[in-house]
């Protein structure tokens, strides 16, 4: 099994250019999630998805955006980045289950730095 | 979901149990304990769960005190490559995130 696969592993950009940070899983699952973790801090929740054609904000939206078109594709999309984006930003997927509570699996991140 | 308060840092000698504790004395009766670590920043990788009961599997061991209000994640045999940020995270049900902290440095001396 793959799990949760994040492309490209490492990127640099300059302010105001745009990019997509690919994530895709092979388990089936229903849940999706972006965070970003800065250096020193945890993760923080940038959006979320709980289907196709379903996604909602997290604690950190702004200047992102996402979409859900298939179950194991989950892409955020940086419009205009400026320096505050650079960080390391992870995806992760979960079952969804009559009880909730089923443990977050994440890919391998993806560097990214805003110049 | 509950706050929960853990050490900024520990030592554990290599071959030894390592024990990381943590405090969530706000937790709600429907809340799980979860527990995840990060290797020098790859991907947090799930280790254990529970609501209430004991649990093991084959990374670790959770006692959740009776009360509920604290736990502590039981490496029973610390190896260098456990060296980590364990994060201990309250949770309810849905499809919400998790909301990390800082966790714990747990360094494993050889």
């Known amino acids: 099994n793959a799990g949760v696969t994040q492309t490209p592993k490492f990127r640099i950009l300059k302010i105001g250019q745009s990019m997509t940070l690919q994530c895709t899983q092979d388990m089936n699952h229903n849940y999706m999630y972006w965070y970003r973790q800065d250096p020193g801090m945890g993760l923080k929740l940038i959006y979320y998805s709980v289907g196709a054609g379903i996604t909602d904000k997290g604690e950190v939206p702004n200047g992102y955006n996402v979409s859900r078109s298939t179950t194991e594709d989950f892409p955020l999309r940086l419009e205009l980045a400026a320096p505050s984006q650079t960080s390391v930003y992870f995806c992760a997927s979960s079952y969804s289950s009559p009880w909730g509570n089923q443990p977050q699996h994440f890919g391998d991140g993806t560097r990214l730095s805003i110049l | 979901d509950a706050k929960t308060t853990q050490p900024t840092s520990m030592d554990c000698a290599e071959g030894r149990a390592a024990n990381l504790p943590c405090n969530h004395s706000?937790?709600?009766?429907?809340?799980?304990v979860y527990w995840y670590r990060q290797i020098h920043s790859q991907g947090p990788q799930y280790i254990i769960h529970?609501?209430?009961n004991n649990e093991t599997n084959e990374m670790a061991s959770l006692i959740i005190t009776e009360d509920r209000k604290s736990s502590t994640l039981i490496l029973p045999h610390a190896t260098l490559r456990d060296t980590a940020v364990y994060y201990c995270i309250v949770r309810g049900g849905g499809a919400d995130g998790l909301t990390f902290g800082k966790g714990t440095h747990l360094i494993i001396q050889p």
């Open positions: 706000t937790i709600s009766g429907n809340e799980y």
């Open positions: 529970g609501l209430k």
